[in-house]
């Protein structure tokens, strides 16, 4: 049934996917409407589905299919946040096809799973688990907002009337989008990574920093520490700050890409 619910979700996921390429050639209030109403459903089955997971005694965290349904399910609730502040859809166009392809991956049946059966202290991975994902959800928002900015600011300074995109908000809006993001992630990130090396503390003693995983992740962390030092500190905003935080995703995504390859993190075949 958890897959099912899921299904669900993709099918609403996937109207906001419609959206998503439909706002890049002309605007409508009317179809902006429904993909949130349709994303907003798609969350209720998507939360009935990790829910029924966790009920069952699956554990939610241990494969791909469960961690990219949760990943997809907290990208979706940071979005309905940054819309419940700005009241707008726009952050949609790239969140909205990202989110419906971690689903999509999601609701294949067979995956890998996460070896983790060895982990003594289960606690501490949950914790890791959901702290890293949300920081990951924010960097999503993040990206989002950057492109936004970029595409923006590329239609006004080619000063052409055009209805490309012309649904966006200002630019000092999509910046905030992308700041507030950033700093809403930077301590459950902080906090993930601080929890996985207690995990591996209590598992082997050690941390191996040679591990693909563990050195990407750290490498992530401080690019995302450079962009919120740099926005905080030293007043970096619009174009480079943007760039910075497309860079920061794609840490993220080949950090996540490591757990294919890591010797003590890894997925292999279930």
């Known amino acids: 049934m958890a897959l099912l619910w899921l299904r669900f979700a993709l099918a609403c996921y996937f109207i906001g996917l419609i959206y998503a390429l439909f706002a ?45 349904s ?51 202290h289960k606690g501490w991975l949950i914790a890791h688990i959901i702290l890293i994902f949300t920081g990951y959800a924010a960097l999503v928002l993040s990206f989002g907002a950057s492109l936004l900015y970029l595409l923006q600011e590329r239609r006004l300074k080619a000063k052409k009337p055009s209805s490309l995109i012309s649904f966006l908000p200002a630019l000092e809006v999509i910046d905030q989008i992308g700041y507030r993001s950033l700093l809403l992630g930077f301590p459950f990130m902080t906090l993930g990574l601080i ?60 950090a996540w890409a490591a757990n294919y390859f890591s010797a003590i993190h890894r997925f292999a075949a279930s």
């Open 70 to 120: 949760l990943l997809a399910f907290f990208s979706m609730t940071f979005f309905m946040i940054i819309y419940a502040i700005y009241k707008t859809t726009s952050p949609g166009v790239v969140v909205f096809p990202i989110v419906f392809f971690l689903t999509l991956v999601a609701a294949i049946d067979e995956q890998p799973v996460l070896l983790t059966s060895f982990v003594q």
């Open 195 to 254: 929890t996985g090396s207690i995990v591996a503390m209590s598992t082997y003693g050690h941390i191996d920093f040679a591990d693909p995983k563990i050195l990407l992740s750290i490498l992530m962390w401080a690019v995302y520490m450079i962009m919120v030092f740099t926005r905080w500190n030293s007043g970096w905003r619009g174009r480079r700050a943007a760039v910075l935080a497309t860079f920061a995703f794609v840490a993220a995504i080949v």
């Open 24 to 68: 890049l050639t002309r605007t409508s209030d009317l179809f902006s409407r429904i993909a949130l109403h349709a994303a907003s459903m798609g969350m209720v089955f998507h939360f009935v589905s990790l829910v029924e997971l966790f009920l069952s005694g699956q554990v939610v965290w241990a494969s791909v299919h469960n961690g990219e």
